[in-house]
């Protein structure tokens, strides 16, 4: 085993233990998952709803460049929408031409904070917006990193403050003679779903 395998059985290793973390407080906040949705027990419902902050307490405690920066904030659904249909379009054209498996975009956007009833109408949708355009990226960064590791699997020569989960076992910056093995090994790990061992979107 490779010092990168090693290091990316850890990182699975540490994703199992944070999804038992998940789950203990999942347990100590009182829901669960029912056909897909969130079902918070009757009591933690009647308790959320005790602690909302009505919309004109909210709204008065607003500052005034908040109010001025939201419609800033919120145009940026029009460039995020337009994102998201070029690049489901492409991977839905390109992707089963080389064999790439696709994304799901659904593993990546998740918009379900609006149930939480301790929100006013103002917070959820600020929450949808927010889980909207988050996912998209999430989802975005999933499609360029197959497409480069089918592409072009070589790592940077300097440090990138984030990299995508298949960077780490990319050929190394100036590797000429691992290249074409490197490039071969990469495309199998995203042409065969499960080869590679990272878990995505989850």
């Known amino acids: 085993m490779t010092a990168t395998e090693k290091l990316l059985k850890r990182i699975r290793d540490l994703q199992g233990e944070l999804d038992k973390e998940f789950e203990a407080r999942r347990e100590a906040f009182q829901y669960r998952f029912e056909n897909g ?3 918070f027990d009757a009591e933690m419902r009647r308790r959320h709803r005790e602690m909302r902050v009505r919309l004109l307490t909210f709204l008065r405690r607003t500052r005034p460049m908040t109010v001025i920066t939201a419609p800033v904030i919120y145009s940026l659904i029009l460039p995020f929408a337009l994102l998201d249909l070029f690049v489901t379009i492409y991977q839905a054209v390109c992707f089963p031409v080389y ?3 696709k994304v799901g975009r659904a593993d990546f956007i ?4 609006h149930h ?3 929100l006013n109408w103002l917070q959820k949708l600020n929450c949808v917006y927010c889980g909207y355009c988050n996912g998209l990226i999430g989802y975005v960064q999933e499609v360029a990193g197959r497409s480069e590791a089918f592409w072009c699997p070589i790592k940077h020569a300097a440090r990138v403050g984030a990299h995508h989960a298949y960077y780490a076992q990319f050929v ?10 490197g490039l071969k090994a ?3 790990r995203i042409t065969q779903p499960g080869l590679s061992g990272i878990k995505t979107g989850e």
């Open 110 to 113: 998740r918009v379900d904070r």
């Open 186 to 188: 990469s495309r199998m």
């Open 172 to 181: 190394d910056y100036g590797d000429a003679e691992g290249f074409s093995d």
């Open 99 to 101: 064999g790439i498996e």
């Open 116 to 118: 939480l009833a301790y």
């Open 37 to 39: 949705k969130v079902v």
